[in-house]
């Protein structure tokens, strides 16, 4: 029973049917059907109750009056007219499948036909009274009128061409409306998704704005609320470049003077820790318009040789960590069609945050590997790593490890390093390997669509 339960979940959920396509489409669909079968029903049971019995007594009446017909126009002829009308009686009525048990008498009380009445018991017998051309009265006796079952007659319908097309009817019409709702939805999903990864305001169909119904309204808010975002999000990151800038200016001048003291006194130690506060303020302005320019350029993808870019920012961490080996194997036919400023910045902070957290001796080693339609590059390194818990929070801009407000980062080197990644429409993943320290994946589409 559990597997069967766990069988049963896992076909609903590989066949999407938490999907609110599916969702209202069974709801639909199986509202109409019990409507149509409980219509049926009630169709049916009145038909069987009054209906038919109405339908049955006409038949006999007129069947009956057909006979009495044929043998008072039979009186005069020939002999044997009881065998003439029993076998004209059977032409006419039975090729029809109408031929219903009956008794006729005359006004003598003697029988001038019978069919398959002999086994009818009195208690299940009508009586009726037909006036023949003549002028005489016949009595008619017939068996009471079977009410065929309720279910028989329903499945009988549910056989029939007319339901089969209701069927496939119902579930074209549950379609189109579980489409006619999810599809404006998905748009306004796909609009959010693009704007998030994207950072510009994508227009929305006309189409969905004028709706006039409830899903219109909520495509305009989300429209504003977006628009609201973006203008200011746009002037954040305005302002935050416009200050850096600014504060290039004074910083500069904080540090010839400085300089220039240091030229008189250069052994004075305020001199020195003024010289390290401003090359910590100079590469925080730095990454600050780092991040910035990823979020407001929007150059063309070109041709980007990730060996290249990878030797590039080991050469530079030679310099930067002597101490630090790194060990590379590259794979040569790993190429794509990116940024590659952006991406340079990214393994840049990557790979630098590896040798920086090393101890001296610490291998780092990075891999790159070409892949169908992506190509893979791993940056490993044997420091203290990361606790799974913080590994989100790692990319957010501006958090460092356990919270810390005063260590060698500003918490901005990963963030600008997921941004460059999502410009190439890649991933970024961490983990912590079974013997400690931290693992960078990252992978990038060749192609950025």
Known sequence: MQKFSALLASAYQKLGFKRLFWRIFICFWLSSLLVMIATGFVIISKYS???????????????????????????????????????????????RGHLLPMLIKDETNQGIYQYRFNKVKPNERLEYSVLGPSGRF????????????????????????????????SALVSALLSWSITRPLNALGSFSRRYANEQEVPPLPRTLLTRGDELSDLASDIEFMVNKTHAAASAQQQLLHDVSHELRAPLARLQVSAALIEQKTPDNRHVKQIHSDCLRIDQLIQQILDYSKLEQSNPSPEPCDIDALCNQVIDNMAVTYPAVPVEYRPDSKAQIMGFAEALLQALDNIIGNACKYSSSGDLVQITTLDRPTSVLITVRDHGPGVDEQEMSKLLQPFYRAGNKMHTNGFGLGLSIALKAIHKHKGELRMSTPDDGGLSVELILPKVVI
């Open 49 to 95: 109750s009054e209906d038919y019995t109405k339908r049955y007594n006409n038949d006999v009446l007129t069947q009956a009056e057909r006979i009495v017909w044929r043998y008072e126009q039979s009186v005069t002829s020939a002999t044997n007219r009881s065998i003439k009308l029993k076998n004209w009686i059977t032409k006419r009525e039975n090729r």
């Open 138 to 169: 016949y009595q008619v006796f017939s068996k009471k009128p079977q009410a065929p079952r309720i279910y028989t007659q329903l499945m009988y319908r549910f056989q029939s061409l007319q339901f089969v097309f209701i069927f496939f009817a």
